[in-house]
């Protein structure tokens, strides 16, 4: 079975522009999870994405947006980049059924550089 | 609110040594999940093992183990006869069960270096 893939895996932007992550899920995942990797906050929940619906949503400013397709595929999109939001963001996927709390599996990361 | 506390930013240990990775968690949920977490220097997260809050048996596959103490609200992780290749960053992590969907929150992680 195919990992969780994210493109593109390196991302140089510049203040003020946008930017949109891709995330591909293992076969037959349906939730997708967002997180932000920093040295000084270490790794922080952005939001989960289940059947097209965003399930949960963590503390980040309203310019970090997702969205999840048919396929499971999952996008984020931060507008607006600042300095601070210079990090490593990774996708995580699970089966995602309600009932229980599944492990879930990482991608290898989109390294994100603000300039 | 849930937390978890990794006290040990970083152990170093010798090739062979067996090094124990603390991990202290909060949460006012009675069902909860927790989870440990393997970051090499590649960046991937690698998933170890996910335990349940009502099933306080410890674990051992391989070489790692883990002890589960609700008393000390505690999921501490062994790693017995280190190997070089266990070098990198251990993060463990909690999921509340009422929580709608999959959300953990991190430790801090504790980066383990083994040299040889």
């Known amino acids: 079975k195919a990992g969780v893939t994210q493109t593109p895996r390196y991302l140089i932007k510049t203040r003020g522009q946008q930017v949109t992550l891709s995330c591909s899920p293992i076969s037959g995942h349906r939730s997708v999870s967002w997180y932000q990797q920093t040295p000084g906050q270490g790794l922080q929940f952005l939001f989960e994405?289940?059947?097209?619906?965003?399930?949960n949503k963590g503390n980040f400013p309203g310019r970090f947006s997702g969205r999840q397709f048919s396929n499971s595929r999952s996008e984020m999109n931060v507008s607006t980049l600042e300095l601070g939001d210079s990090a490593l963001y990774l996708c995580?996927?699970?089966?995602?059924?309600?009932?229980?709390?599944?492990?879930?599996?990482f991608g290898p990361g989109t390294r994100l550089t603000v300039t | 609110a849930q937390k978890v506390t990794q006290a040990q930013t970083e152990i170093s240990v010798v090739e062979k040594e067996d090094v124990t990775l603390d991990c202290v968690y909060e949460t006012r949920d009675t069902t909860y999940y927790l989870f440990w977490y393997k970051q090499p220097p590649s960046g991937e997260l690698v998933f170890l093992i996910r335990?349940?809050?009502?099933?306080?048996q410890n674990e051992i596959s391989g070489r790692y183990s883990w002890n589960f103490q609700k008393s000390t609200s505690s999921f501490n992780f062994t790693i017995t006869a280190s190997q070089v290749v266990d070098s990198a960053v251990y993060f463990c992590?909690?999921?509340?069960?009422?929580?709608?969907?999959?959300?953990?929150?991190f430790g801090g992680g504790t980066r383990v270096l083994v040299k040889p």
């Open positions: 992590a909690l999921s509340e069960a009422t929580a709608a969907g999959n959300k953990l929150t």
């Open positions: 995580a996927t699970s089966l995602g059924g309600s009932g229980g709390v599944y492990e879930q599996y």
């Open positions: 994405y289940f059947s097209e619906t965003q399930r």
């Open positions: 335990r349940n809050s009502f099933d306080e």
